[in-house]
T-cell receptor, first 115, second 112 residues
Framework: GENVGLHLPTLSVQEGDNSIINCAYS??????FIWYKQESGKGPQFIID?????DKRQGQRVTVLLNKTVKHLSLQIAATQPGDSAVYFC??????????????FGKGTKLTVNP | KAGVTQTPRYLIKTRGQQVTLSCSPI?????VSWYQQTPGQGLQFLFE???????NKGNFPGRFSGRQFSNSRSEMNVSTLELGDSALYLC???????????FGEGSRLTVL
């Protein structure tokens, strides 16, 4: 069945360093992937998304890379700040409309930024 | 613009009871999705509604149900509560079925 997982449950970085959070997915038919950030006590917050016809997409301080050959997704955060400390989830769309209507989430990676 | 609003934020129930959770989407959003979040299983899709119709459903027992009203507000209901239903229930809305999801802060249910 569909499964989206994460390689590391926790990641600790120094403020100012770059962070890389990885994700593996199993459904080769998935064509839409999203990264979310969840802070304590809050709902997930959209960070960036990417469709399967792309292998890289950049946002503000964030970059998502998609490697369809090995079914791997990564989130890169540049110049990590204390406010980036949160749990990060990748999500894969398995719904028929090809959007965000039915997502399978990974288990999450807890990012801790040390000052 | 107000975000996704979920009520109640916290509630405690006992086994066998039922619970109804409410979600008000962002104004203008027609798609509402529900997710269950637990430490063990993570975020799991429950169902998605669009224009009052359930369009997608996750792998949850029939005790979990939902509906959407004409104003796009949605409710989910869990009957015959079990201890394992203790979780954070998250609602998310989007303008269209494939659009960016905006999550509420969730309703934390504890079943004793």
């Amino acid at each position: 069945g569909e499964n989206v997982g994460l390689h590391l449950p926790t990641l600790s970085v120094q403020e100012g360093d770059n962070s890389i959070i990885n994700c593996a997915y199993s459904n080769s038919a998935s064509d839409y992937f999203i990264w979310y950030k969840q802070e304590s006590g809050k709902g997930p917050q959209f960070i960036i998304d990417i469709r399967s016809n792309m292998d890289k997409r950049q946002g503000q301080r964030v970059t998502v890379l998609l490697n369809k050959t090995v079914k791997h997704l990564s989130l890169q955060i540049a110049a990590t700040q204390p406010g980036d400390s949160a749990v990060y989830f990748c999500a894969e769309n398995i719904g028929p409309q090809g959007g965000s209507e039915k997502l399978v989430f990974g288990k999450g990676t807890k990012l801790t930024v040390n000052p | 613009k107000a975000g996704v609003t979920q009520t109640p934020r916290y509630l405690i129930k006992t086994r066998g009871q039922q619970v109804t959770l409410s979600c008000s989407p962002i104004s203008g959003h027609r798609s509402v999705s529900w997710y269950q979040q637990t430490p063990g299983q993570g975020l799991q899709f429950l169902f998605e509604y669009f224009s009052e119709t359930q369009r997608n459903k996750g792998n949850f027992p029939g005790r979990f149900s939902g509906r959407q009203f004409s104003n796009s507000r949605s409710e989910m209901n869990v009957s015959t509560l079990e201890l394992g239903d203790s979780a954070l229930y998250l609602c998310a809305s989007s303008f269209s079925s494939g659009g960016e999801l905006f999550f509420g802060e969730g309703s934390r249910l504890t079943v004793l």
